[in-house]
T-cell receptor, first 116, second 112 residues
Framework: AQKITQTQPGMFVQEKEAVTLDCTYDTSDQSYGLFWYKQPSSGEMIFLIYQGSYDEQNATEGRYSLNFQKARKSANLVISASQLGDSAMYFCAMREGDTGRRALTFGSGTRLQVQP | NAGVTQTPKFRVLKTGQSMTLLCAQDMNHEYMYWYRQDPGMGLRLIHYSVGEGTTAKGEVPDGYNVSRLKKQNFLLGLESAAPSQTSVYFC???????????FGPGTRLLVL
């Protein structure tokens, strides 16, 4: 069963505008973590932001914020004031539990294109 | 401090050939992972290690073997390469107590 769902294969946004990338997840664990990674055309995976399941505040990192709605099992990424350099693939990922392998399960990604 | 490095960056194999991908990290991380990324998909876990001398299977382990003889290195082996193993391979590492996984730059493998 797919545990991370990203329903937007591609998104366009105008430079300087805000954009929301959707992510829903499925887990029966009480403790889990949610991540967003950026993958530019050069291919590397760049960590953007993390949200723990017990964190009461939404995570923020500069222009990135994570809109965490636990009851709806959603963890949307909000990028404010988009820049041309934000054009990339964005992956939502989840780590279940606090023990064991602690590996990440990834969604299929959203390709964001920022237009001037 | 190089972070996570992967060798080689790109490789072409013929069906049936073998090769080893090397991942090295200089952050003293306990956990190390191998993922593969196919076109249009997210990363999928092949094998992982929670410490030196230990390895375990992930979601897509068939056709791969791994070894972690030293804490800083995690090797991924393909004994008999198949075209279905054409992919981009990422290595990652993390501390036990930390949440973030740090990724290497990836190895692009083409099996003909």
């Amino acid at each position: 069963a797919q545990k991370i769902t990203q329903t937007q294969p591609g998104m366009f946004v105008q430079e300087k505008e805000a954009v929301t990338l959707d992510c829903t997840y499925d887990t029966s664990d009480q403790s889990y973590g949610l991540f967003w990674y950026k993958q530019p055309s050069s291919g590397e995976m760049i960590f953007l932001i993390y949200q723990g399941s017990y964190d009461e505040q939404n995570a923020t990192e500069g222009r990135y914020s994570l809109n965490f709605q636990k009851a709806r099992k959603s963890a949307n990424l909000v990028i404010s004031a988009s820049q041309l350099g934000d054009s990339a693939m964005y992956f939502c990922a989840m780590r279940e539990g606090d023990t064991g392998r602690r590996a990440l399960t990834f969604g299929s990604g959203t390709r964001l294109q920022v237009q001037p | 401090n190089a972070g996570v490095t992967q060798t080689p960056k790109f490789r072409v194999l013929k069906t049936g050939q073998s090769m080893t991908l090397l991942c090295a990290q200089d952050m003293n991380h306990e956990y190390m992972y191998w993922y593969r990324q196919d076109p249009g998909m997210g990363l999928r876990l092949i094998h992982y290690s929670v410490g030196e001398g230990t390895t375990a299977k992930g979601e897509v382990p068939d056709g791969y073997n791994v070894s972690r003889l030293k804490k800083q290195n995690f090797l991924l082996g393909l004994e008999s390469a198949a075209p279905s193993q054409t992919s981009v391979y990422f290595c990652a590492s993390s501390y036990f107590q930390r949440k973030t996984q740090y990724f290497g730059p990836g190895t692009r493998l083409l099996v003909l």
